[in-house]
């Protein structure tokens, strides 16, 4: 309770010191979470890098540069590049996007069943053929675009009608 | 007037030039701090899902039992949590494995979606603030690198496509802990600001650091671009969920390992993990002189298949599950209760464990351990006959365990020993 009674003693003048707090930049427990996460990183890291050290460095790395200077890049252009081509319609780039990012989703997810490229090691293990799943990436993908056209062709005829009644209203708004 | 128009031109000639380091580089009108955290919060339920589930795998394994279970033995500290793996529910070890990889599937949209939106902050400059700030950055590379690295090893396992470097089980097990340390760190660094963002939204005169500072004219909405990435979720959900299940189900299953069809007609069509064919059985391994061989302290008994079906059969309905995710429906398989078996060989009571080995000669999961709660159970089999039918070759004639809620490569077919005992 004393202390209470006693004035603040005034700041004493700052000396510049070397403060390892802010060239850290975050606050301890920062530092103690990313400790602790980079120990089991090694722990772990250590057991999966034994064997192939170099290829599975690659994938682990290569997953993330191909995802960001590749993969994204690539979709990201493709779809500017829709926009470019439909130019003053933009309106309608959903009609073609929807359709494309699904059928490019499922593409890039079973790529190796859709391309067969492990048609007799699947045939040896499943005693069927995956020779069906190209045929039904083609049919989803065809169900996916003609979904979109017959979506764009209600809402065009639906805004059809929508003028045309509007037309018949207006004559006799001015009785 | 040509030089109204020189300067009216400028700024484009300016954002031509622009690199991805710059803030304005970046123009789609969807990105933002709240589609980021909606995004964000969805892949902390589904990757901690699947995190646990692959934990689960692990230990329905049982690698702790004996070498053969194990496929990663280096793991040390990594395998604290193992159990041993009950045998009920039956339908145990279906319902984990199928949501580890049905939902790892649906979440591939997700994860894209959820990268998109924080890339403008890879090409950040300066590239770290602080130190702290560097640290962070290279625990994100463990985060990013380990998702990715987990996806694509999974679903190219469960297309049989084994392009990566390694065992599947090594590269999946190591690599998934790797992913959780820069997932926890993310989580811990991150959620509280997500959650803040989806309770108050941007407090008014802060800015949305991950939103566009010059968007483009919107064709699609922030709530339009979840819904394109749900629809590619659901999409995926409709073309893969049929895997586990047989019949019309899995006809919906169009675009899926194991989706579509069923093996022909018949008591025996119902999905085959590895057919007589590929792993080298002959009609001469299992015909008449076949003999299954029984070992234990009461000695080494060997048995033809007809001895076999003369003993007390009994009946289980159990599915067959498999480690890439698909599972087939309950089938009725009908043999000798492995526990009957234990007391031929000289455990009348309180069985331990058992030693499989299989008449296939090559390939991984021809020898299994299986643990003395498994013996034990009612359920656990070794088969003869399949909804009333003998076992076809693919499916393990003449003779083939079946124990419930285990994986499906520990249901050894084509059996050839049982060794009663000690693992």
Partial sequence: MSTRAVPPTPAAPRRRRFSPRRAYGEGPLHLLLLAATFCLAGYAGVRLLDGDTVGVLLWFAGSAVLHDLVLLPVYAGADRALRAVLGPRQALVNFVRVPAFLSGLLLLIWYPLIARRTERRYEAAAGTSPDVYFGNWLLITGALFALSALWLLVRALRSRTGRRSETKVRPSAPH | MPERRRIRSLPDSLRALRTPADPAFWRSPVRGARFTAVLGVILLVGLTLLFVTGLLSYAAYNPDLNRVNDKTPGKGWLGFYLFSWPTGPHWLYRLTQGLHVTVGIVLVPVLLAKLWSVVPRLFALPPARSAGHALERISLLLLVGGALFQFVTGLLNIQLD???????????????????????????????QAVRVLRNGIPRGEPDTLAAPDPLPATLSRRGALALVGAGSLLLLVTSAGRSFDGPLRRIALLTPRGGTDPGP?????????????????????????????????????????????????????????????????????????????????????????FVDSLQRSGSFRKAALRDNQVRDGRSLLALEVNGAPLSPDHGYPARIIVPAAPGVLNTKWVETLTFGEL
């Fill in chain 2, 266 to 354: 018949g008591p025996n069509a119902f999905q085959i993990n590895k057919t007589a064919a590929a792993v080298r059985i002959t009609p001469a391994d299992t015909g008449e002189r076949w003999r299954l061989t029984v070992r234990g302290p009461a000695g080494e008994f060997r048995f033809s298949r007809a001895e076999l079906l003369a003993m007390e059969q009994h009946s289980a309905a159990l599915p067959i599950a498999c480690v890439e995710g698909w599972s087939t429906s309950d089938q009725r398989w009908c043999g000798v209760r492995l526990s009957d078996l234990a007391a031929l060989a000289g455990y009348p009571h309180r069985p331990p464990g058992v």
């Fill in chain 2, 162 to 192: 084994y392009l990566f470097p390694g065992s599947f089980y090594t590269l999946h097990f190591y690599g998934a802990w790797v992913f959780l340390a820069g997932f926890i760190t993310h989580t811990a660094l991150k959620l509280p």
